[in-house]
């Protein structure tokens, strides 16, 4: 399986998602803040980010677009998990790179397709 790096503050919804996402086979890594995960993204290369959007100091779309604008970590998909259901701010999670955009609280099943779908694109969606 892959390499994810989770980047949420609420301790409650990383121990959530992480167990998962080791359950599902992957290999976890954990940031609990935006400049914290960058540096771990850049230093260790994870296939994939889960990017919650607020968080304290630099939020998450800040994060996103540091991690997009980098050549070096531009082609790892993130998935932008909020508390925010509006188009709006699907659009603005689009806008500074997330591939994926799942709202809390998580829906595990469509989290691991999501997932799927991203690390494997030419599989398509199951």
């Known amino acids: 399986m892959a390499a994810i790096l989770v980047i949420e503050d609420n301790a409650l919804n990383m121990k959530l998602v992480r167990d998962v996402l080791i359950m599902s086979g992957h290999t976890v890594m954990c940031a609990e803040d935006a400049e914290e995960g960058v540096e771990l993204a850049r230093r260790e290369m994870p296939a994939l980010i889960l990017m919650d959007l607020q968080l304290?100091?630099?939020?998450?779309l800040e994060a996103t677009s540091a991690l997009k604008s980098n050549p070096e970590t531009a082609?790892?998909?993130i998935i932008a998990l909020t508390a925010f259901a509006r188009d709006e701010d699907r659009l603005r999670a689009q806008e500074?790179?997330?591939e994926g955009?799942?709202?809390?609280?998580?829906r595990y099943r469509?989290?691991?397709v999501e997932i799927e779908v991203l690390l494997n694109p030419k599989g398509g969606r199951p």
Do not use: D, F
Not at 56 to 60: F, I, K, S, V
Not at 101 to 106: G, H
């Open 56 to 60: 304290p100091g630099m939020n998450g």
């Open 110 to 112: 469509e989290l691991l």
């Open 75 to 77: 082609h790892i998909p």
């Open 96 to 98: 500074a790179g997330c």
């Open 101 to 106: 955009y799942m709202t809390k609280p998580i």
